[in-house]
């Protein structure tokens, strides 16, 4: 049975803290793969100064490129509309019947975990892995494996703001990936 990671999120823009955190998910759990899969239409959050989901698809793919243990999952983006991840795991599971999902979640979703759709079918589904954040205090009643990782206070929210007011975003994002943001002129940036 394969072991899958599947760290979801809007990826609005993908930074080195997402990286980091699957990269130490897939160790510490010895997982196959980890899969960046980033929502449609993220259903906890609003987007705004947001790039369109193909775009964050895009910016995923090529923050794991070169990674052979990273890729990307496009379940979400190409089926569309509001992403609950219960109907996402459900359509990975009949496509994956033989795969072992690990859900990888922040310290800032650990919190939020009891308003998720269906969650209690979905913990019979997958298995959580919790990943603390600064600021966040990262308790569940619901059952959660938690991986220590390197502590990194970065949001794709600070990522915005510097390139809207256009300062470094040096070693905080993949270059491809700021190479992209350039030229397509996402958050601002020139």
Same mark, same amino acid.
């Given at each position: 049975?394969?072991?899958?990671?599947?760290?979801?999120?809007?990826? $609005?823009?993908?930074?080195?803290?997402? +990286?980091? &955190?699957?990269?130490?998910? @897939?160790?510490?759990?010895?997982?196959?793969?980890?899969?960046?899969?980033?929502?449609?239409?993220?259903?906890?959050?609003?987007?705004?100064?947001?790039?369109?989901? =193909?775009?964050?698809?895009?910016?995923?793919? +090529?923050?794991?490129?070169? $990674?052979?243990?990273?890729?990307?999952?496009?379940?979400?983006?190409? %089926?569309?509309?509001?992403?609950?991840?219960? $109907?996402?795991?459900? @359509?990975? *599971?009949?496509?994956?019947?033989?795969? &072992?999902?690990? %859900?990888?979640?922040?310290?800032? &979703?650990?919190?939020? *975990?009891?308003? /998720?759709?269906?969650?209690?079918? +979905?913990?019979?589904?997958?298995? %959580?892995?919790?990943?603390? @954040?600064?600021?966040?205090?990262?308790?569940?009643?619901?059952? =959660?494996?938690?991986?220590?990782?390197?502590?990194?206070?970065?949001?794709?929210?600070? *990522?915005?703001?510097?390139?809207?007011?256009?300062?470094?975003?040096?070693?905080?994002?993949?270059?491809?990936?700021?190479?992209?943001? @350039?030229?397509?002129? *996402?958050?601002?940036? /020139?």
């Amino acid at each position: 049975m394969r072991k899958i990671g599947i760290l979801g999120g809007t990826f $609005n823009p993908p930074h080195i803290g997402h +990286l980091i &955190m699957a990269s130490e998910v @897939r160790e510490a759990l010895e997982l196959d793969e980890v899969r960046l899969m980033p929502t449609a239409i993220p259903p906890h959050k609003q987007l705004s100064d947001t790039a369109t989901p =193909i775009q964050r698809l895009e910016m995923a793919t +090529l923050a794991v490129t070169g $990674n052979e243990y990273l890729s990307t999952c496009d379940e979400e983006v190409h %089926f569309g509309g509001v992403s609950y991840t219960f $109907n996402t795991m459900q @359509r990975l *599971l009949a496509k994956e019947p033989d795969t &072992m999902f690990y %859900f990888i979640i922040g310290g800032d &979703m650990i919190d939020s *975990l009891h308003t /998720w759709y269906k969650i209690d079918e +979905l913990v019979k589904m997958v298995h %959580f892995v919790g990943v603390r @954040r600064p600021g966040t205090v990262s308790i569940t009643d619901y059952p =959660i494996r938690y991986i220590d990782s390197p502590l990194i206070d970065m949001s794709s929210t600070l *990522l915005r703001a510097k390139y809207a007011q256009h300062k470094t975003t040096a070693y905080l994002v993949p270059k491809s990936v700021d190479r992209y943001i @350039r030229q397509e002129g *996402l958050y601002g940036a /020139w």
